[in-house]
């Protein structure tokens, strides 16, 4: 066991000096919420005595007991809050199984009536003091659009699986307003600068700047605002620490009119933007006016939230380099911002992403890695986060981030997109390896891009922040598999068990990381001759299993579903049943878009055209079945994406016109006219029938039309992005919301399997 290092235990001492709570009551508001009939049996109690306990002679963090009084309630006990709710997690998940969780939200209320009584206590300690939730990106990618309800619950999941960090920015625009408003600027040069409501993670990095499609709708600003303020309300009472935005020195381009003097340079350009959406403009940390900004940025959300964090999230050069290599220059960029960090707040720690040594790293060599850090010499006055631990760690490279604590994450995700996909193997290992080897881990993380469905990878890692040995996979898996589909109220047959058991060493212990994080079908791509298939790094399109495996898992889950229909009616069955028959209908589009191509690019035949239409009406054929399929649940819907976008416009047409064109662009274009196309790519009914089936259609009838020795992708591209733009601009019929053809799952699984036996027998 790795010694508990004097760096790491004053890191700890200083963040949890400005607690979140000791009180019981959000945890009881929390029972309440989400099992009322049991409100009354479960007591609940602070040990915090517990606190100057060790383990093995180290601080012992969060510690929590479980056990069952005689009259049959549950004594839940802790030294924190958070202990509190990962005792009353393990004890709902492991014994009632129960939970909560992504997508299908609160199977709480069905726990047993009697309660299930403990012969030995349930016992746990943390082996890192934080657990971590959220990428910077996550609240653009997944909660762009949601409301209290949405985020009452998340917050609810959160708590419960022991996060006790995590970011809190939305609303954050309010603030930018009112401190440029108070220090001269105009609303027209906010308008230039503030982006659209599902970019805004880009605009605070200083990549993007303005909105395309029309200008942010302050009414949506103060809607978020107001979100925001019960958010933070809600993560104190749950003994979640907020992580508030600071200033990162990104301002209007009319800083120089307000202040001639200005000492100010320009980003980089990000990603081909048109200039008008990039190359932001940055106040230069030397200039006093940067820390006056930051002051007031500070300052006034304290006014707002009260003083209920001291940890401030600042990234200033995420995928943006700085304005020079120079190491001084980097050292005094870091020293001057932090000290206005601490002008602003004595107590704050800095909170920084480490993605920019990894996604720039020909850039931030070691050297220049050395000087920024350390231009903060009070090493626990900051917090890195190792964005992509499971793939490409960092810290290993850094010396431990050269003495800053740091946060082993799993990232996972890009985009939010759709694929059955994990790193059983590098989450447990690793995590726990670095954990002995880096006196200055203090936590682990969640960082996805965005939530999808292999929500059983992210669990895995934050019971491992639970466990000082890597944990065994295969008990991991059985147990978690009872919670999914324990709601069901029938005995699980032995094959659901088995299903999940098929993909845990195979779909789920990918170790060939050249393919580093969930891989998207290549359906959601533009068409094209080449370059689809076997795609690697973080947006990979190839698989690192037998795609027949996945066959043979979703044959076992169908199999219990048959046995048990009861298992139909649960949400989590039906999630993952549909999720299971995306990944076999996008795989089987693999080899009939490669037959396709190979009879293209054959020798020319008098049946070759013959032969294009056939195939290319088999693969839009079988892209017509998956809308089908993803339409019989609500989480696999375009239409739950566009009309949560237009409910946030509270009522305005005009709004809510605009909002359904960002949520279009996000997941198409991603930018005026294609910047990042397809790179939120998602496996939704309504854009798979309505965007990617029409998009192959043209592209089959391109290839009939076209000899392959004219073939030219530029031109075929052109002319997609004039289609692509136009079904970006639509707006949904009536301005009342988009409906998808809805249909029975069990009807629709019968008609598409009948119909493609040769994907499914495989």
């Known amino acids: 066991m790795r010694v508990f290092s004097l760096v790491t235990s004053a890191f700890a001492a200083g963040a949890v000096a400005l607690n979140t709570t000791t009180s ?34 180290e601080p012992a963090n969060d510690i929590y007991v479980v056990s069952s009084l005689s009259e049959g309630n549950v004594l839940v006990q802790g030294n924190t809050v958070g202990g509190l709710l990962a005792g009353l997690h393990a004890y709902l998940s492991r014994v009632a199984h129960v939970d909560i969780w992504w997508f299908i939200g609160s199977q709480l209320d069905a726990a047993p009536r009697k309660l299930p009584f403990l012969r030995d206590s349930l016992k746990g300690q943390s082996v890192v003091p934080y657990r971590y ?17 949405e985020w009452e619950e998340h917050l609810d999941w959160m708590a419960l699986r022991g996060i006790n960090t995590a970011l809190a920015w939305i609303g954050f625009e309010k603030i930018y307003i009112e401190v440029f408003r108070d220090m001269g600027f105009s609303d027209s040069d906010l308008e230039d600068f503030i982006s659209g409501p599902a970019f805004l993670a880009w605009n605070h990095f200083g990549n993007i700047q303005g909105s395309w499609g029309g200008p942010m709708p302050e009414s949506w600003v103060e809607d978020q605002f107001a979100l925001q303020l019960k958010i933070i309300k809600r993560m104190v009472e749950l003994g979640i620490k907020p992580i508030l935005p600071a200033f990162p020195g990104y301002v209007p381009r009319a800083i120089t009119r307000v202040f001639p003097t200005a000492n100010v340079s320009n980003g980089s350009n990000w990603e081909s933007f048109p200039t008008e959406y990039t190359n932001d403009t940055f106040l230069d940390p030397f200039d006093p006016l940067f820390e006056e900004l930051q002051v007031r940025f500070v300052s006034k959300q304290k006014a707002y939230y009260g003083n209920v964090t001291n940890f401030w999230t600042l990234d200033q050069f995420n995928e943006n380099n700085p304005a020079s290599g120079d190491l001084d220059y980097l050292q005094s960029v870091s020293k001057n911002t932090w000290n206005s960090l601490k002008a602003a707040d004595p107590e704050a720690i800095w909170i920084m992403q480490g993605w920019l040594f990894s996604s720039n790293s020909a850039f931030w060599t070691n050297d220049r890695i050395q000087s920024f850090l350390g231009g903060v010499t009070v090493n626990s006055d900051m917090l890195i986060l190792d964005l992509f631990s499971e793939s490409q760690p960092q810290w290993q490279r850094t010396n431990s981030f050269y003495g800053k604590p740091w946060v082993w994450c799993q990232l996972h995700d890009y985009g939010g997109n759709y694929g059955l996909y994990g ?10 390896e670095a954990l002995q080897s880096s ?66 060493p195979t779909v789920y212990n990918n170790t ?57 009616a649960n949400p989590a069955y039906q999630y993952d049943f549909v999720d299971w028959t995306r990944q076999i209908m996008g795989n089987a589009f693999i080899p009939l878009y490669e037959q396709l191509i190979a009879t293209y690019t054959a020798a020319d035949k008098p049946s070759r055209k013959n032969a294009l239409e056939t195939q290319g009406r088999k693969l839009t054929q079988l892209l017509s079945s998956l809308d089908k399929v993803l339409a019989t649940d609500k989480n696999f819907r ?9 409910a946030s ?6 709004t809510a016109d605009f909002l359904e064109y960002q949520a279009r662009n996000q997941v198409t274009l991603w930018g005026p006219t294609g910047q990042i196309s397809d790179y939120a790519s998602r496996s939704w009914s309504g854009l798979v029938a309505t965007y990617y089936l029409p998009r192959w259609q043209k592209f089959v009838d391109y290839l009939v039309a076209t000899p392959a020795s004219e073939y030219n992708q530029t031109a075929f591209a052109a002319g997609l992005l004039e289609w692509e733009t136009a079904w970006v601009n639509q707006t949904t019929p009536g301005n009342k919301g988009s409906v998808d053809e809805e249909g029975d799952l069990r009807t629709v699984i019968h008609a598409v399997v009948a119909a493609w036996g040769e994907v499914f027998d495989a």
């Open 439 to 504: 006196e200055n881990l203090v936590g682990f993380g969640l960082t996805p891009e965005g939530l999808e469905g292999n929500e059983i990878m992210y669990d895995l890692l934050l019971d491992q922040a639970w466990s000082k040995t890597p944990i065994d996979t295969e008990t991991y898996f059985h147990d978690w598999v009872s919670a999914r589909y324990g709601a069901s109220g029938v005995a699980l047959p032995k094959s659901v068990y088995e299903a999940w058991e098929v993909l845990r």
């Open 649 to 654: 416009a509270a009522n305005h047409a005009s």
């Open 512 to 568: 060939n990381l050249v393919a580093n994080a969930v891989p998207k079908s290549i359906f959601e791509l533009v068409p094209s001759t080449s370059g689809l298939v076997n795609r690697t790094g973080h947006h990979p399109t190839l698989l690192n299993y037998d795609p027949a495996v996945v066959v043979t898992a979703w044959k076992l889950l169908y199999q219990a579903g048959i046995a048990k229909p009861e298992l139909f």
């Open 638 to 646: 375009l239409s739950t994406w566009i009309n949560a976008a237009r």
């Open 423 to 432: 790193q059983i193997m590098n989450v447990t290992e690793n995590s726990i």
């Open 133 to 149: 939730y959220l990428n910077t990106v996550t609240t653009s990618y997944t909660s762009a659009f949601w409301g209290w309800e």
């Open 24 to 57: 019981t009551g959000g945890v009881l508001s929390l029972i309440q919420r989400r099992l009322p009939q049991h409100a009354k049996s479960f007591k609940l109690e602070i040990v915090p005595d517990w606190n100057n306990s060790t383990i093995e002679g």
